[in-house]
């Protein structure tokens, strides 16, 4: 596959070296000139001074044969440039943002960027996940799918504590992966008995985490 | 009219005096309190400090009542992104973008962005101004050294700035 990337940080540095690991062909922007020296001793031919937001510099790298642009600096506004440059001019098929203020994951989406990846609130989750009392984390969303994987913990209260999973009635948007109970993973089934501090980890549509807070958690809205 | 400026510039703030003289309802906003110095003294409008790419700031500054936005900051993408989100999550009647680089201006006015060249417009402007010399009691190079309105076009703020020298942002 050949692959740009715009921006030349951390992020985009290790994005490029493990694809072209992965034998993939890859090019990647950075507007800085030091920088791009630095990196060139490691990435060689793949690194390129450029503005990835300019049309010049994505014709010259010959974005409109690229399969996946991957926009990746630290300024929300110049990862929407990117991938909207190269999808509108380049007819890039597939572009891969990543956003830094959470509150752009949603026009990010309305402007057909095709994977959002925010990790602000990737850390976010990570940290709420390992505070001692969290009941429901969000861990990973799976856009395409419409689906997301959570982990919530039981509390002693909870009105699901000691019945089985089939008495539980969840539905469909519902679908319990995974417990872990001490040491020991369960795959739950139907008679699986839903214990206080299980960590059960589901995939759920946006109405399915609502019914598995209000059965689990008895909670009737979202936080 | 309500209307919600983005960047106290020169042309920020010359558009928002203009605005209030029409009678319009204003609001501007900008990172940098002191950039509201070039207001003027008297200015009838409101100001708001704050990152206009932040919902919460443009909330803040009444973007949910605006009729219009205007994203005159220095930096293209800042501009493009603002406009976005005034169009898109507020659903604002009338969205202006100021976009110096040509090439993404034709992209975006494409997208259905409406938004202006300050670069193309000043250009052909200064063209029209060397190269024009139709009788008339004035030439359009007095016009623009005065600061006078040209037809068609307001006087820009930096006329042939080229792409590259307006990465920086505000």
Known sequence: MYIVIGGGGQVGYYLAKGLIEQ??????????????????????????????????TLAEVGTSRANLV?????????????????????????TIARVNNPRN????????????????????HMIEAQLPHHTLVPLMTLTNAGLGLVELTVPPTSPAAGKTVRSMTLPNSVNLALIVRGDTNLTPTGDTVILPEDHIFALVTAEGELSLRERLLNESAAR | ????????????????????????????????S?????????FGGVTVVGDGTDEDVLMRAGIEDAKAFAAV????NRNILAAQIAKHIFGVQKVICRIYDPIRQETYNALGLESISPTVVGAKL??????????????????????????????????????????EKH
């Open chain 2, 1 to 32: 009219m309500r209307l919600l400026i983005l960047g106290c510039g020169r042309v920020g703030a010359t558009l928002a005096n203009i605005m209030i003289k029409d009678g319009h309802e204003v609001t501007v906003i900008d990172l940098n």
């Open chain 1, 105 to 124: 994951e949603g026009l990010f989406r309305k402007l057909g960027i095709d994977v959002i990846v925010s990790p602000t609130q990737s850390i976010l």
């Open chain 2, 34 to 42: 002191e950039a509201f110095e070039r207001l003027g003294s008297n």
């Open chain 1, 23 to 56: 034998g993939h062909e890859v090019v990647l922007l950075e507007k800085d000139s030091r920088r791009v020296e630095r990196l060139a001793e490691e990435l060689s031919n793949s690194i390129v001074r450029g503005d990835a937001c300019e049309a010049r």
């Open chain 2, 126 to 167: 200064i063209k029209t101004a060397l190269i024009d010399d139709a009788p008339r009691t004035k030439s359009a190079v007095q016009s623009i050294a005065e600061g006078r309105a040209v037809p068609h076009a307001t006087v820009p703020e930096k006329p042939l700035t080229t792409p590259e020298a307006t990465e």
């Open chain 1, 70 to 94: 991957i926009a990746v600096t630290g300024d929300d506004e110049d990862n929407l440039v990117i991938c909207q440059v190269a999808k509108a001019r380049f007819h890039v098929a597939t």
């Open chain 2, 73 to 76: 900051t220095n930096g293209d």
